[in-house]
Nanobody
Framework: EVQLEESGGGSVQAGGSLTLSCTAS????????MGWFRQGPGEEREWVAQ???????KAADPVKGRFTVSQNKAKDTMYLQMNSLKPEDTALYLC???????????????????WGQGTQVTVSS
């Protein structure tokens, strides 16, 4: 079993930075891929970035060059460093994970089996 908890959200002005954290509590050993998604009001869940089960990273085009995903395996924590924030980045940011032995990259919410509650990020112009 895996439980995820996000933190680090808040309100910033455009151009500012935030760092989100996702801490995993894992009681079932194994390899997991972890991802960040976001969801604005009335919008569909959008993939942001991912670390696969072998440590490979990938980010969506709208955030590439501004957002960086990383992890601290010793702390079972994944981070999302967000720079040059824009008002359109405003959303609830969710952490997700799924068991994976292949290093799969997936931008589909349906791939992920465990979700956190999310942390709100609001960017004002």
């Amino acid at each position: 079993e895996v439980q995820l908890e996000e933190s680090g959200g808040g309100s910033v002005q455009a151009g500012g930075s935030l760092t989100l954290s996702c801490t995993a509590s894992i009681s079932t050993p194994g390899r997991y891929s972890m991802g960040w998604f976001r969801q604005g009001p009335g919008e569909e869940r959008e993939w942001v970035a991912q670390i696969n089960s072998f440590g490979g990273v990938k980010a969506a085009d709208p955030v590439k060059g501004r957002f960086t995903v990383s992890q601290n395996k010793a702390k079972d924590t994944m981070y999302l460093q967000m720079n040059s924030l824009k008002p359109e980045d405003t959303a609830l940011y969710l952490c997700a994970a799924h068991p994976d032995r292949t290093g799969l990259f997936s931008d589909l919410p349906s791939t992920y089996t465990v979700w956190g509650q999310g942390t709100q990020v609001t960017v004002s112009s």
